[in-house]
């Protein structure tokens, strides 16, 4: 396990932009049942003109965050999330934007955004929340992680990579064990508040980056081969340690294949069939304490090109390179918690039913989407007729058909083929889980947003 952040966190200065703090209502009385918003590292400039711009680390954010924090304390943080935002052709950044459009050739760089999911603070008067995190890649047989990534610039001087031996790293479940190992002598310092899965960059063709974890920014050539290698990263309210240990858990959709001739038909199970046995599952656990629901991109591999399609939830990674086969993709329902065995109940979710709701931008008119602040008010209302618990909530993209009309993808699938000399648009959505089942409410005539295709805009699974 190579810990890429220790738990004493340098901080910086987070910047929050003024159409950040329009997300939240700042008045009391009308604090919503949750809301977000994001704090991005400050932009720091460019080397010279045309270059992309440099951004702060991201850790810098934090002390932007916890001063917010201090000033809003009728706010409790109800989980943290690490958002990748792609900048503008001309290096803007616009974080209310749902639809983001990844150039097959040219230079698609992103920045990291800390996202905030609030709900209303029960005890406004007491002590404020104040936030960290530390990030863990798995660490790699030659017993130093970071020689090893640094061994890999200026390799690849070709458009392909080739096999960069995976099993040279942990998977993720040996990362967690020794995650687990370690944090039994040198304990978070606080309880975990969220434990979420980012990918990073580890190498690309004709470039000379580095994996750098704790970068505010990263750039991609859109027709460079690249691997990326997977982290967890864990947040946690500050004070007293706990002694935490933590875990996951993978809900991966069944797959049928079958030959017909001499091809491979591939079939994968719906969202709504997966988060089913996802449910069944959580009734049955005992000792623990759920801490993120997160849908996780992993890649496919087939042997020797022909084979047939396996999905390995727990790789540590995977590589991208562009040739004339699409990559195929497909969504794990990712589970990961708190082991405590100091819970009063037994079985704390054996009465849960697990059920699920995706809130999609409307579409305006062409490649016009509301903005993810405006879908985010529709979330508040229906939270607000519902009063349903929130168990817990993601922001998800998907896999847009850009010339398609209506919301423009099958929320029901998992799975996505990606040809690499082509561009691709994806769509922001928010996912919400809740411990039950509910029935929608009814539209209210008097308000135009309630009827018709602009009205809710959802997806219920």
């Known amino acids: 396990m190579a810990e890429s952040k220790s738990e004493t966190i340098e901080l910086g200065e987070g910047v929050v932009s003024e159409n950040d703090k329009d997300n939240v209502s700042e008045e009391k009385e009308e604090i919503p049942p949750l809301t977000y918003i994001d704090f991005t590292p400050q932009c720091l400039g460019s080397t010279f003109d045309g270059k992309e711009p440099d951004f702060a680390d991201f850790g810098s954010v934090i ?34 934007s ?27 008067s007491g002590p404020s929340q104040q936030i960290g995190y530390i990030t863990v890649l798995p660490d790699h047989s030659s017993g130093d992680l970071k ?17 960069i031996t995976f099993p040279s790293f942990d998977n993720l479940s040996q990362t967690v064990e020794k995650l ?22 580890c190498m690309e063709a004709n470039s000379s980056d580095k994996l750098l974890p704790e970068s505010g920014s990263w750039t991609e050539g859109g027709g460079n081969a690249k691997v990326f290698l997977h982290a ?115 079985n704390p979710y054996s009465q849960v039913t697990l059920t699920s709701r995706l809130f999609i931008p409307c579409r305006i008119e062409g490649r016009l989407f509301e903005p993810l602040s405006k879908t ?51 769509i922001t959505c928010i996912r919400l889980y809740f411990p039950c089942t509910y029935e929608e409410p009814k539209p209210d005539p008097s308000d135009p947003e309630d009827l018709g295709w602009w009205g809710w805009a959802c997806v219920v699974s």
């Not at 890999?152 to 392909?160: D, E, H, N, P, Y």
């Not at 090109?305 to 390995?312: A, M, Q, V």
């Not at 168990?391 to 998992?414: I, M, P």
């Open 376 to 426: 985010v008010m529709r979330v508040v209302k229906w939270l607000s007729k519902t009063k349903l618990p929130v168990f817990a909530c993601e922001t998800v993209k998907y896999h847009l058909t850009s010339d398609s009309e209506g919301q423009g993808f099958n929320n029901e699938r998992l799975d996505a083929l990606i040809n690499s000399f082509q561009g691709q648009h994806y």
């Open 98 to 124: 749902t639809l983001s459009h990844m150039a097959s050739n040219g230079k698609n760089v992103f920045v990291r955004v800390l996202r905030l999911w609030l709900i209303p603070n029960v005890d406004p």
């Open 63 to 96: 002390e932007g965050a916890n001063q917010w924090l201090l000033q809003n304390p009728q706010f409790s943080v109800f989980k943290c999330e690490t958002v990748s935002t792609k900048l503008n052709p001309d290096f803007s950044l616009d974080n209310d």
């Open 180 to 201: 687990n190992r370690h944090l039994q002598t040198k304990p978070i310092p606080g309880h975990i508040l969220s434990m979420e899965t980012l990918t990073f960059k």
């Open 232 to 346: 967890f990263r864990i947040y946690y309210i500050v004070g007293k340690p706990c002694f935490e240990q933590v875990g996951f858990y993978d809900e991966a959709p069944e797959i049928m294949q079958s030959k017909e001739g001499l091809d491979l038909r591939i079939k994968f199970a719906t969202f709504e069939k997966t988060l089913s046995k996802a449910s069944n599952w959580l009734k049955k656990q005992s000792g623990c304490r759920i801490s993120n629901i997160q849908s996780v991109y992993v890649k496919l591999e087939r042997k020797y090109g022909s084979g047939p399609w396996i999905l390995d939830s727990h790789a540590p990674g995977y590589a991208e390179n562009p040739g004339l086969n699409e990559s195929r993709y497909t969504k794990v329902i990712r589970f990961t918690y708190i082991k405590d065995q100091k819970l009063n109940q037994a």
């Open 147 to 163: 020689t090893f990534l640094n061994s890999l610039v200026g390799i690849a001087t070709s458009r392909q990579i080739g096999d």
